[in-house]
């Protein structure tokens, strides 16, 4: 089934350009309807644009009140009639009345196996440094639908990645971001094709 999805962006959009490209291959069978960044200059705004994809800056901070910028963001979510909101490289709170609204609608890719490594501050380079630092031997990326907390609702699909022992902070964040691509494209995948059952916390999925 085709889906109508919102991108939600704050930075330079490479998960989102995995989903344009696997669009454009026909991979998947979605529609990007719009992408929304909370940060004007971000280069995914670019990304969108060369590809014919509208795309809107909006920033709570040009809002008098985080009611009204709430009140825009749903409304472009319902004119566009959005069926899923995918947050990519997203660094924003999504309001509560938006998540509450798009219950299991919502999805995030975090550069981490959730629950470790993520929650406040851990977005970005800082998760792959951390990592290092406390010397886990695994790590890699989760697709998770996003309830009321940072990084805290229930896992769709994890891949991991085996830590060799002079690899640095930047070469993990390449390799983590790669599994990042690939998974986020087969969770829009599994939810386009109706796969995923949510029991509670688990995520079952019906292949
Ligand atoms: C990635 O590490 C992603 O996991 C995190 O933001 C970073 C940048 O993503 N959420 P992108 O290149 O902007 O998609």
Request: a positive charge.
């Given at each position: 089934m085709s889906l109508n999805i919102a991108v939600m962006i704050s930075g330079s959009g490479s998960n989102l350009q995995s989903i344009i490209d696997a669009i454009e291959k026909n991979s998947?069978?979605?529609?990007?309807k719009i992408v929304i960044s909370?940060?004007?200059?971000?280069?995914g705004l670019v990304r969108a644009e060369k590809h014919g994809i509208k795309s809107r800056y909006l920033s709570k901070n040009n809002y008098n009140s985080p009611r009204e910028y709430e009140e825009e963001l749903l409304e472009i979510l319902n004119n566009k009639k959005i069926d899923l909101i995918v947050l990519a490289g997203y660094l924003g709170i999504v309001p509560g009345e938006i998540i509450k609204h798009y219950k299991n609608k919502i999805i995030n890719i975090h550069?981490?196996?959730?629950?470790?490594?993520?929650?406040?501050?851990?977005?970005?380079l800082t998760v792959h440094e951390k990592v290092l630092e406390y010397g886990v031997k695994v790590t890699g990326a989760t697709t998770h639908f996003v309830d009321e907390g940072v990084d805290t609702g229930p896992i769709i699909m994890q891949e991991p990645f085996k830590i060799e022992d002079e690899i640095t902070a930047e070469e993990l964040q390449k390799e983590v971001l790669k599994i990042e691509h690939k998974i986020l494209v087969e969770t829009l995948g599994l939810i386009e094709n109706k796969k995923l059952e949510i029991n509670g916390r688990r995520v079952l999925i019906r292949r």
């Open positions: 998947l069978k979605s529609e990007i909370n940060t004007k200059n971000a280069y550069p981490s196996l959730i629950p470790s490594f993520c929650g406040k501050g851990f977005y970005g």
